[in-house]
C-alpha cells in the first residue's frame, strides 16, 4: 500500500468505512513513499486504523505553509483539516483512475444487490471472492454487449473452476456435462449455480459432476474403478 488511494481501497476490503481511517501527518517519512508504515511490506491496515502521510510526496503545493515548524497555534484544527484534506484527494484519486468499465461494473452490483437478477443470484453473489466477483462483473458486461454463447460461458468457469472439463453432447448439441474437479461444498455448489444461471445459453442444458469423472471410451484416465460415474 503505497499511496492514499491504496489505503481506502484497503479498507473497502476490510469493510471498514472509509470514514474510520484516520490520516496524520508523518512524524518520519521517505521522501520516495507517500504512505509512512514502519514496516513498509504490510498488507493489513493498524488496528487503531490512523495512517501517517507523507503530504509532501505529490502535494507539497497544498501542504507546505499548513504544518509550519515555526507555527504552533491551532494544530487541532490543522490536525482535523489534514484528514478531512487527504480522504479528499484519496477520494479524487479513485474517482480519476476509474474506467468506464469500473463504473458499469458498480451499476451491474447495485442492480444485483437490489434483486434485478433474482434472489438467488442476490443470495449466492456473497461465496465469490473478490477477484473472482470481478470476472462475474466483466462477463455481464460482455453479455450485454454481445449475448450469451458457449465460449463466455467457459470463459468464466475457467476464472473460477481452473480444472474444469466441458463436453457437449454429440447427440444432443443442447446438453453439457461439466466436471469441475473438486469436491462438493455449498460455497462451490452456489458458485456454479450462479455461473450457470448468469450465462449459460437459456436452450442448453448443464450437468454437473464434482470430484468423479464420468467414463469416456478411449480416454483411459477416465475409466479408473472407483474413480467414475457410471452414466
Not at 474510520?20 to 513513499?33: D, G, H, I, R
Given at each position: ?63 507546505k505553509d499548513l504544518f509550519d515548524v515555526d507555527v504552533e497555534e491551532s494544530s487541532q484544527l490543522r490536525e ?33 444487490k437490489n434483486g434485478f437478477f433474482g434472489e438467488e443470484v442476490y443470495l449466492n453473489i456473497k461465496y465469490f ?103
Open positions: 500500500m503505497n499511496y492514499i488511494w491504496d489505503i481506502l481501497l484497503k479498507a473497502d476490503k476490510e469493510n471498514i468505512p472509509r470514514e474510520e481511517v484516520q490520516f496524520t501527518l508523518a512524524k518520519v517519512s521517505s521522501p520516495y513513499m507517500e504512505i509512512a508504515f514502519t514496516d513498509i511490506n504490510t498488507s493489513s491496515l493498524p488496528k487503531d486504523k490512523v495512517v501517517e502521510v507523507n503530504p509532501y510526496y505529490r502535494f507539497y503545493d497544498i501542504f482535523v483539516l489534514f484528514d478531512i484534506v487527504i480522504h479528499y484527494l484519496g477520494r479524487l484519486d479513485l474517482n480519476q483512475g476509474i474506467s468506464k468499465e469500473e463504473f458499469y461494473k458498480k451499476f451491474i452490483m447495485e442492480d444485483i471472492k473478490k477477484d473472482e466477483l470481478d470476472y462475474i462483473l466483466t462477463g455481464l458486461i460482455t453479455l450485454y454487449k454481445t449475448g450469451a454463447s458457449l465460449h463466455l460461458f467457459n470463459k468464466i468457469l475457467n476464472k473460477v473452476f481452473k480444472n474444469n472439463r466441458v463436453y457437449i453432447n454429440q447427440d444432443n448439441p443442447k446438453e453439457m456435462y461439466i466436471y469441475l474437479g473438486r469436491r462438493k461444498t455449498q460455497e462451490l455448489n452456489k458458485k456454479i449455480e450462479t455461473i450457470i444461471k448468469l450465462f449459460l445459453p437459456i436452450n442448453t442444458n448443464g450437468f454437473i459432476y464434482w470430484n468423479q469423472h464420468f467414463g469416456i471410451l478411449g480416454a483411459e484416465n477416465t475409466m479408473i474403478l472407483d474413480e467414475i460415474i457410471m452414466m
